[in-house]
């Protein structure tokens, strides 16, 4: 049983930084294609960062040089590390991990296993 817990999101000023969490278990962490996605009302879906089993990273235009992605094999966990950031950034926030043909960042929002979503609000 594939399960994704996000934690770290909350309420920020412009410029401010905040770090999301997401646990995993059931996948063993050296195997699969991980990442973070958003949705905003009124907007679609995008993929935001990920990261595969072998470390590749990308990253969506608008947070490059202020998300950072990381794993952390040991603790099966996920991490966004996101600074400067910027009203148009505010949404809910999701991880989500499967083991796709290929890791590609416009298909992190469509994984079947994703956790249940973190708030980012940016004022």
């Known amino acids: 049983h594939v399960q994704l817990v996000e934690s770290g999101g909350g309420s920020v000023q412009a410029g401010g930084s905040l770090r999301l969490s997401c646990a995993v278990s059931?996948?063993?962490?050296?195997?699969?294609?991980a990442g973070w996605f958003r949705q905003a009302p009124g907007k679609e879906r995008e993929g935001v960062a990920a990261t595969n089993s072998v470390g590749s990273i990308s990253y969506i235009d608008s947070v490059k040089g202020r998300f950072t992605i990381s794993k952390d094999n040991a603790k099966n966990t996920l991490y966004l590390q996101m600074d400067s950031l910027k009203p148009e950034d505010s949404a809910m926030y999701y991880c989500a991990a499967d083991r796709p043909r290929v890791c590609a960042l416009s298909d992190v929002g469509e994984f079947g296993n994703r956790g249940r979503g973190t708030q980012v609000t940016v004022s």
């Open positions: 059931g996948l063993t962490s050296s195997t699969y294609c």
